[in-house]
Structure formats: structure tokens, C-alpha cells
């Protein structure tokens, strides 16, 4: 995948804050409102026919992102930039013309297919929506879609509960190239599948954007399978991207000390070799009193007082290799060594 100059979509300081409701005493008493951070300036660019893969641990933020950017949730404030055009400034007509060429294939089939409806009128629903008229057109890009997940003519008249899982994310899939979309959003879309039938999605996933030149948003918490699907790799924490390169650089050199800590986690292949486990002390901090400067501070083993009171920019480091660490310069090259001035300190939250 090369890079072009001008990227399909850019994602511009996107910001979504949920306000969180009180009741009517507190409302008399002029309480101040808090918000959930879930997303809290996030800035990247995705290019055609790429993958980038979007990593983090639970709650980091990765499904809202993904969500706002196809304008499911709205964004508190940012723009969303698709094929040139602020999808976030666009209303009525417009933005039912731009959600055609953009899609989302969520986590679990289960809860994402209407166990009422039959597989033909879940694949016509897109069609329905978007007034795509004349039975054979139809008949056509029904029979296209299936055929292009592995799914025979025959499922078109049966529920999704006569389906396994992996099958009813095929239909998921299918239900999502339906309108011949540019871009999709795929939201852990084999975390609820037995490994083996995962194993066969993403290799499904794989043949379809060759196929179709599509580009994925592909969101996990899954390391190596973002490493085996994604050309670049952005890595989120408390609403931040801290990282974004390269997927081998990012897996192989981490910039930022939260990147290190998740790769570490990941269990070796083979149980005779024994990973190094980076161990970090403290929970993730909660979206609504997030700490000051770097979110990762209070957990990190380098920390020191400038990254409790100065919140790192993301910066390019090296060959489109970014971290948002004050001191990733010297972390790449060895020279950063441990410090428990702020370990020790407590939290300072705003």
C-alpha cells in the first residue's frame, strides 16, 4: 500500500465528551455538569485501500472514535474530513449521500442482525434506505454480496439463529458491501468468534479489500491480529492516541511506554519462551477525572514531574513514526532509565 498525497479521510482534533445526567436537585443547586472523556483530540489521516489498526485496552475509546466518525455519535467538537468533504458540518440529503460510501461492521453478529428478519431483508435494508429501485438490480447485488462472503442463494430465506457465528458475521459483512462502500469501520469484528472461524474472517476481510480496494478502520484489542491485517497502527489510551506508525515499527520499536506495556501482554506463541511481562502499577484512569498532563503517568515507570504537569504532544519522531511522550527520543534510542518520582506521587486529577 503505497501513500498518497491526498488522504480518504482525515480525522481533525475530534473531540466526543457524553454529559453525564444528575437529577433535579442538583441541577437546583447549579451543580456543576461532568463529562465522560471518551475521545479527547484525536487527530490521523487513512489512506485508500489502507488499514489502519486501532489497538487498546477496554474503554480506551476505540469504539466512540469509530462511531463519530461515521457520525453515529456525533462529535462534541472536530472535523471529520471524507474524500475532501467535512462530513461533521453535513446534514440531511448530504450526509445520507456520504453514509452510502461509508460503512461499519460491528462486534457481534448476534446483536447487530434483527433476529426477526430473514437474511433477504436484512441485505435489502441498506437497499430500502437508499431507494435503489428495480428487481433485478436488487436480485443482482443480493446474490453478489453473498456470493463475495461464501453464502449460498438458500440463506437469502432463513433467520439469523439458523446460522453459526461465524456465518452471521459473513452477513454482517455482506450487509455492509451491499452498497459498494469505500470505507468501513470494523469494530472487533471476530472478538465474539471461535478462534478458527476468526482465522477465516479476517482472511475473508483481506480477500474482499483486494477484491474491492476498499480501506478499514480496523478497531481490536487483539495484537497480533492487528499486526496480521493492519498496514499502520495507532494505539489509544484514556481518549488519546499516544501512537501511530508503521504497524512493524510501532510492534517492533514502541515509542511510548503504554505501547511497550500491551505488547508485553500479549501471550508468547511458544509456552517454552518466556515473554518479558512490563508490570504497571494503578487501574485506568476513569474518562471522567482523567490526570493531568500525560494520561499514562501515574502507571508509567519513566515518568517524571514534567509529565504530570505537561500533557505531550503527538509528534512525529521518525520516518511517519508519532508518539505523544515527552521523552520518546530517548526511550528509542536506550537512554531513558527509571524514575519513581511520580509512581510514588499521588494523582492529580482534573
Same mark, same amino acid.
Given at each position: 500500500m503505497s501513500q498518497q498525497s491526498s488522504p480518504l479521510l482525515e480525522v481533525k482534533h475530534l473531540v466526543k465528551h457524553f454529559p453525564i445526567s444528575y437529577g433535579s436537585l442538583d441541577a437546583f443547586l447549579k451543580k456543576q455538569r461532568k463529562w465522560v472523556k471518551a475521545v479527547d483530540d484525536v487527530s490521523f489521516e487513512l489512506y485508500s485501500q489502507e488499514t489502519l489498526g486501532l489497538v487498546g485496552e477496554s474503554g480506551s475509546g476505540k469504539t466512540t472514535l469509530g462511531r463519530a466518525i461515521l457520525m453515529l455519535d456525533p462529535p462534541t467538537s472536530g472535523n471529520v474530513i471524507f474524500k475532501g468533504k467535512n462530513v461533521s458540518s453535513l446534514k440531511g440529503e448530504e450526509l445520507r449521500r456520504i453514509r452510502r460510501e461509508v460503512q461499519i461492521v460491528f462486534q457481534n453478529p448476534d446483536s447487530s442482525l434483527n433476529p426477526r428478519h430473514k437474511v433477504k431483508e436484512i441485505l435489502e435494508e441498506p437497499l430500502n434506505a437508499f431507494g435503489v429501485s428495480g428487481s433485478k438490480d436488487r436480485q443482482a447485488l443480493l446474490e453478489n454480496s453473498l456470493n463475495t462472503v461464501g453464502l449460498?442463494?438458500?440463506?437469502?430465506?432463513?433467520?439469523?439463529?439458523?446460522?453459526?457465528?461465524?456465518?452471521?458475521?459473513?452477513?454482517?459483512?455482506?450487509?455492509?458491501?451491499i452498497l459498494n462502500p469505500?470505507?468501513?469501520?470494523?469494530?472487533?469484528?471476530?472478538?465474539?468468534?471461535? +478462534?478458527?472461524?476468526?482465522?477465516?474472517?479476517l482472511n475473508l476481510l483481506r480477500k474482499i479489500q483486494e477484491e474491492?480496494?476498499? +480501506?478499514?478502520?480496523?478497531?481490536?484489542?487483539?495484537?497480533?491480529?492487528?499486526?496480521?491485517?493492519?498496514?499502520?497502527? =495507532?494505539?489509544?489510551y484514556a481518549g488519546k492516541i499516544v501512537e501511530i506508525g508503521n504497524v512493524r515499527d510501532v510492534l517492533e520499536s514502541p515509542l511510548h511506554p503504554y505501547t511497550s506495556v500491551l505488547i508485553s501482554s500479549v501471550? =508468547?506463541?511458544?509456552?517454552?519462551?518466556?515473554?518479558?511481562?512490563?508490570?504497571?502499577?494503578?487501574?485506568?484512569? +476513569?474518562?471522567?477525572n482523567v490526570p493531568t498532563g500525560c494520561r499514562f503517568h501515574p502507571r508509567c515507570k519513566y515518568a517524571e514531574t514534567v509529565c504530570g504537569t505537561s500533557s505531550p504532544e503527538l509528534r512525529e519522531i521518525g520516518n511517519g513514526h508519532w508518539a505523544a511522550c515527552h521523552f520518546a527520543e530517548d526511550i528509542s534510542l536506550g537512554k531513558k532509565s527509571i524514575s519513581r518520582e511520580l509512581i510514588e506521587a499521588p494523582v492529580q486529577l482534573q
Open positions: 449460498s442463494l438458500e440463506s437469502l430465506e432463513r433467520f439469523p439463529h439458523q446460522f453459526s457465528g461465524g456465518q452471521r458475521q459473513r452477513i454482517a459483512i455482506a450487509r455492509a458491501l469505500n470505507f468501513i469501520v470494523l469494530d472487533e469484528p471476530t472478538s465474539a468468534l471461535d +478462534s478458527s472461524v476468526q482465522a477465516q474472517i474491492f480496494g476498499l +480501506s478499514y478502520l480496523f478497531i481490536s484489542h487483539n495484537i497480533n491480529v492487528v499486526r496480521y491485517m493492519a498496514d499502520r497502527v =495507532a494505539v489509544m501471550p =508468547a506463541p511458544d509456552a517454552s519462551q518466556k515473554a518479558e511481562k512490563i508490570e504497571v502499577i494503578g487501574e485506568t484512569p +476513569s474518562p471522567v
